[in-house]
């Protein structure tokens, strides 16, 4: 422990003065720290005033004297508090779930803010806000009728209370922009002033929610309510957190995953400023320090531990290529679907056949926020600021983690600095409340760029090999799949896996709604020592690429045009025709684009919902591919915010298109090699193509998902384009590897 | 002692001068709305203005900076009504957010020196990363703003 101090003059900034005051403020309000952010909604003006909401979050038991119940407080001056149970990290649903909400409550949507849901407050209450994970598009999909029914009922309550004060039957009264009103007798009361009445109130019955077809708020484009936050640097991330007296941890893990600490020397430390302490963990060394993140950092490079890796530690990228295509080509697998009989169809006389191997790498999600979480560990309280896709499992495994009870473990979600499958496991939590337990201080882990790439749980790699067969009319008559690719499950210790069958590993494989009557798809699972997890679009992030490049093989082989050929195919399903006929239409498939230019197409359903698009490249002479637009059309059947919808399509592409023109992680001597943007480079501007959205929604049951579709066939529409323009098939990605050049 | 204007305010610091510029601001001044992204100068998160000119903070080591001014996305308007920020409102282009208070400076700048720009202008200056991929209203918001700044 070091003396070593720096001077930092606040000065006259009262913008400091207003930090250092939070800061006090959290002390001593401190005692019950949980909850959340508050936004407002709307322009700047409102904004302003829920800065001033935000410049205190945390506040500790996450409730309201005007609670109305768990999920709404309405104050006096007619503001609503609608409480959110998910994560914000980009995707929207902070707007689209109060969306939902303000249609049954019937509020005026200028007074609504909206604050994160305390995952303690749940615990406390018997599980309250139910499962609160942001993962597989699933936010809207799975609150919808919650949220509703929450919203529904608040509105009853409200109106029970004026029809109690005025004396009249609650049927004849109706409420409308946070007014409840009884037409007879021309009275009426604001929310505001019914709302404690209304929290005393018990339904006999739950109203009924509304049906998709009355909405009148539902489907109408918001902007969102965290962008006014995020234009200032207000917004609050994990990262971001300070508290009093807090000290800084860098940290280094066991390069090859799996492996463990063997020994560390903290001689070179001796006689450094500014270091607290050296901490030991079973596969990491994190040093920590006073004043800064970077001092922690640069204490960590004078260390030079040493690592047990065991055999992993000569395993390489080669080695897994050729596993993966093995497995893909040989030895047993699962049948996941068998319709028909593929083999007679496959060595039937005249039949025209074909076989394609695909491949693709390891991926890393690189949030643009790198992991870190901050801890407070006060004996018998716990309170953890991270940024989580799932704070209600943060917070068990926080308890578990750090001996307590779950009443104990307060977890401050905030903004999250990006997801994309990522944050649902907070590995940083866990090291950083061990970290805390060894100092006893309050500390802040941050992983580096380096950090974050290599260690993180990655899309898997997989080879996925393909057979088909045509009739002599071109007609196709037999579809082999098998792939070959990691365990998500398995390497997340969620499930073993039995039958062999991963529901991610298929996706888009085995559901694939080509009618051909000779169907086989197989799935061979099979891990390494790399982790692997949830990847934006999941099984779509490499099926979609896979299968969508291999039906165009299948349309170029039978002399069709490839929308033609794939609509042939899609007669049981009038969605996927639909989505088909408005990117086709829209992009003006089929026209020529000039030399050097074309188009692709590609099609696919994950998350409920399917995505089309359409790719138009330009290849110069040197080689060099610029994506120049994306058209995409879109059924998620219904959507809640038009807006938020048409982002994520957007953000999914560019994602997309970045893994499929760059994305690569490997492997050498165990260790993920690439580390940071420059040796795993990102779409930026230059290359990001236009996009346009077009929806071609089909109402019915199906609400589908917003985040994670928009990217599945991204990687086929281009690599069908660049097929078009060279001749050139590209089978395995990212597109970078690959010579261009004098093709177009 | 390194002395810095940021924002308007003096600040002297007395830490050891290879300390990127980012660390200060961040962890020693408390504005931890520049952003750590990559720390080697590649995504742009970080970027600030010294002495007006928008640099990658993770890459400058505080030593060299004794009497410079610092601008970050703090200082750069009271109410966010800065034509950028009220351009990326009217965009709506954040997602996460993450990346933006260094989308939001690197434009600042950029502007000034091509108070028109063309998308080509756009894609040879703004190399920043947004890993959400808000690209598409991010090129619009840079249009609207010079509009605005015009107006
Ligand atoms: S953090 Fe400075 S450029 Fe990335
Ligand atoms: S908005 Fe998330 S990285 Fe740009």
């Given at each position: 422990m070091s003396g070593h101090r720096n001077t930092v003059q606040a000065g006259k900034s009262n913008r400091q003065d207003a930090v250092a005051f939070t800061r006090r403020h959290f002390i001593i309000a401190g005692a019950t720290a949980a909850g959340g952010l508050a936004v407002g909604i709307g322009m700047l003006p409102r904004a302003a005033k829920a800065l001033t909401v935000a410049a205190?979050?945390?506040?500790?038991?996450?409730?309201?004297?005007?609670?109305?119940d768990a999920w709404i407080a309405i104050e006096p001056d007619d503001s609503v508090l609608i409480r959110y149970a998910?994560?914000?990290?980009?995707?929207?649903s902070m707007t689209a779930l109060p969306m939902i909400v303000a249609e049954e409550l019937q509020c005026d949507w200028s007074k609504v803010r909206v604050e994160y849901a305390s995952p303690n407050r749940s615990v406390r209450e018997n599980n309250v806000y139910g499962d609160m994970s942001s993962v597989g598009s699933h936010s809207v999909r799975d609150s919808r009728i919650k949220l509703q029914q929450v919203g529904a009922s608040a509105r009853e309550r409200l109106i029970a209370a004026a029809a109690a004060q005025w004396n009249v039957p609650a049927s004849e009264c109706k409420a409308a922009d946070s007014v409840v009103s009884h037409a007879a007798s021309g009275r009426r009361i604001n929310y505001g002033a019914l709302a404690s009445a209304a929290a005393q109130i018990k339904l006999a019955a739950e109203p009924a929610i509304k049906a998709p077809e009355h909405y009148t708020f539902i489907g109408k484009p918001q902007p969102r309510v965290d962008v006014p936050l995020k234009v200032n640097g207000a917004a609050q991330y994990a990262i971001d957190t300070r508290l009093p007296d807090m000290v800084y941890a860098a940290i280094a893990q066991c390069p090859v995953p799996g492996g463990t600490l063997a020994s560390v020397d903290e001689a070179p430390l001796k006689n450094m400023p500014g270091i607290v302490q050296v901490v030991r963990l079973k596969d990491a060394v994190a040093v920590v320090a006073t004043d800064t993140f970077w001092r922690a950092k640069q204490g960590l490079a004078r260390l030079h531990p040493e690592w047990n890796v065991g055999a992993a530690g000569s395993t390489d990228s080669a080695q897994f290529v050729k596993e993966y295509r093995d497995a893909a080509l040989s030895g047993t697998a699962a049948v996941a679907r068998n319709d028909g009989d593929v083999d007679s169809a496959l060595s039937a006389s005249g039949a025209k056949t074909l076989t394609s191997l695909y491949e693709v790498p390891y991926l890393a999600h690189?949030?643009?926020?790198p992991m870190n979480a901050t801890v407070h560990w006060q004996g018998d309280r716990l309170d953890v600021w991270v940024g989580t896709q799932a704070a209600d499992r943060a917070l068990k495994v926080a308890a578990e983690t750090a001996g307590l009870k779950p009443e104990q473990v307060y977890i401050h979600n905030t903004f999250v600095g990006g997801g994309f499958g990522r944050k649902s496991r907070n590995d940083e939590m866990v090291q950083a409340i061990e970290i805390a337990k060894a100092i006893n201080r309050p500390v802040k882990l941050v992983w580096t760029r380096e950090d974050d790439m290599r260690h993180d749980r990655f899309r898997p790699q997989a080879a996925i090999s393909f057979k088909g067969a045509l009739d002599a009319n071109g007609r196709p008559t037999a579809l082999y799949i098998r792939t070959a690719v990691g365990s998500i499950l398995r390497s997340l210790r969620i499930n073993k896996v039995e039958n062999g069958i991963e529901p991610m590993a298929i996706e888009g494989l085995a559901n694939n709604p080509y009618q051909i009557a000779n169907t086989k798809v197989e799935c061979a699972l099979k891990n390494t020592h790399i982790p692997v997890a949830f990847w934006r679009s999941v099984g779509a992030s490499q099926n979609a690429f896979a299968i969508e490049s291999f039906i165009d093989e299948m349309a170029h082989a039978a002399g069709r045009d490839p929308y033609q050929f794939r609509r042939a195919m899609l007669g049981s399903r009038p969605d996927w025709i639909k989505v088909l006929d408005t990117v086709v239409e829209n992009s003006n498939w089929g026209r020529s684009l000039g030399p050097g230019r074309a188009q692709g197409l590609a099609i696919h359903e994950c998350y409920g919902t399917i995505v089309g698009e359409v790719a138009e490249i330009t290849i110069s002479p040197q080689g060099a591919l610029k994506v120049d637009r994306i058209t995409l059309a879109a059924d998620s059947g219904h959507v809640v915010n038009p807006l938020g919808f048409a982002e994520q399509m957007e953000g999914g592409v560019i994602f997309a298109l970045t893994a499929a023109l760059y994305g690569k992680v490997t492997v050498k001597n165990g260790v993920p090699e690439q580390g940071n943007f420059d040796t795993y480079p990102m779409v930026r501007l230059a290359q990001a193509p236009k996009i346009d959205v077009h929806f071609a929604m089909t109402g019915g049951k199906k609400w589908g998902g917003a985040g994670e579709p928009g990217g599945a066939p991204t990687a086929a529409a281009v690599c069908n384009a660049i097929f078009a323009l060279t001749g050139k098939r590209i089978r395995s990605l990212p597109i970078m590897d690959h010579d261009l050049s004098g093709s177009a | 002692m390194i002395t810095i204007d940021v924002n308007g305010t003096q600040h002297q610091v007395d830490i050891e001068p290879d300390t990127p510029l980012l660390w200060v601001l961040r962890d020693v001044i408390g504005l931890t709305g520049t952003k750590f992204g990559c720390g080697i100068a590649e995504c742009g998160a970080c970027t600030v203005h010294i002495n007006g000119r928008a640099m990658r903070?993770?890459?400058?080591?505080?030593?060299?900076?004794?009497?410079a001014t610092i601008l970050t996305i703090e200082g750069l308007s009271s109410d966010a009504s800065h034509p950028v920020q009220k351009a990326w409102v009217a965009e709506d282009v954040p997602q996460c957010g993450y990346c933006q208070s260094g989308q939001i400076m690197a434009t600042v700048a950029f502007l000034k020196d091509f108070p028109n720009p063309t998308d080509a202008d756009i894609n040879a200056n703004i190399t920043n990363i947004c890993r959400c991929g808000t690209y598409e209203r991010l090129r619009r918001a840079i249009h609207r703003a010079a509009d605005l700044m015009k107006a």
């Open positions: 205190k979050p945390w506040d500790g038991n996450a409730s309201s004297p005007y609670d109305l998910r994560s914000e990290m980009g995707q929207g690189a949030t643009m926020e | 903070s993770c890459s400058v080591p505080i030593g060299v900076l004794d009497g």
